[in-house]
């Protein structure tokens, strides 16, 4: 039996609705952002597909800063180039900058609280649990990817092996397993072009 068609994607209709959509997106992701982002941007908004999602996020990984705040800038700059980028920016700052500042003050008189240590360690074990799951719902991109599954998988091994049972430095991970995984699908696509091209 086959697949539907993916339905078709939407844009957003102003840098106002993008900020307002990033200020939504930052508001619920408390303890990590990214699976809401998936979420909201893929599944409800359908500003990405999956795999537009997943090109952009693994940028936004590699790039310097927050994770969250690249792919933000990159969908804003894509959809209304400065001005969508800015409006991303700030929708995406301005909000949970204010939320941390008020629990930072708040926090500083309860510090002390159990039940609020608690919370906290259970905040954290949610926070796990949303990117597990995100997790599972994207890597059915991975099955199109080029690199193929079973590399695809096995890098995926070498990089959770490297960094909790080896204690590798993320960078030393990002720059040896990534820059392994650059270079074969570089090859791969130079080889289907050439292949393409005869």
Same mark, same amino acid.
């Given at each position: 039996?086959?697949?539907?068609?993916?339905?078709?994607?939407?844009?957003? *209709?102003?840098?106002?609705?993008?900020?307002?959509?990033?200020?939504? /997106?930052?508001?619920?992701?408390?303890?990590?952002?990214?699976?809401?982002?998936?979420?909201?941007?893929?599944?409800?908004?359908?500003?990405?597909?999956?795999?537009?999602?997943?090109?952009? /996020?693994?940028?936004?990984?590699?790039?310097?800063?927050?994770?969250?705040?690249?792919?933000?800038?990159?969908?804003?700059?894509?959809?209304?180039?400065?001005?969508?980028? *800015?409006?991303?920016?700030?929708?995406?700052?301005?909000?949970?900058?204010?939320?941390?500042?008020?629990?930072?003050?708040?926090?500083?008189?309860?510090?002390?609280?159990?039940?609020?240590?608690?919370?906290?360690?259970?905040?954290?074990?949610?926070?796990?649990?949303?990117?597990? *799951?995100?997790?599972?719902?994207?890597?059915?991109?991975?099955?199109?990817? *080029?690199?193929?599954?079973? /590399?695809?998988?096995? /890098?995926?091994?070498?990089?959770?092996?490297?960094?909790?049972?080896?204690?590798?430095?993320?960078?030393?991970?990002?720059?040896?397993?990534?820059?392994?995984?650059?270079?074969?699908?570089?090859?791969?696509?130079?080889?289907?072009?050439?292949?393409?091209?005869?």
């Amino acid at each position: 039996m086959s697949e539907a068609p993916p339905a078709a994607l939407n844009a957003p *209709a102003s840098p106002r609705a993008l900020f307002w959509a990033c200020t939504r /997106l930052a508001l619920q992701g408390f303890g990590g952002v990214l699976p809401v982002a998936q979420r909201e941007l893929v599944e409800r908004l359908r500003w990405l597909s999956r795999e537009d999602f997943m090109a952009l /996020l693994s940028l936004a990984q590699v790039l310097p800063g927050p994770n969250i705040v690249n792919l933000a800038l990159m969908i804003g700059d894509r959809h209304f180039g400065a001005r969508g980028a *800015a409006a991303a920016l700030a929708g995406i700052l301005a909000a949970p900058l204010a939320v941390v500042l008020v629990l930072a003050v708040l926090a500083q008189q309860a510090a002390h609280w159990p039940a609020l240590q608690g919370a906290l360690r259970g905040m954290g074990i949610v926070a796990a649990g949303l990117i597990l *799951a995100t997790v599972w719902r994207l890597a059915k991109t991975l099955r199109g990817n *080029a690199l193929g599954l079973p /590399l695809c998988g096995a /890098l995926v091994l070498a990089t959770v092996g490297a960094i909790a049972g080896l204690r590798w430095p993320l960078v030393a991970v990002v720059l040896g397993l990534g820059g392994l995984a650059v270079g074969r699908a570089y090859q791969l696509a130079r080889r289907a072009a050439t292949q393409g091209r005869a």
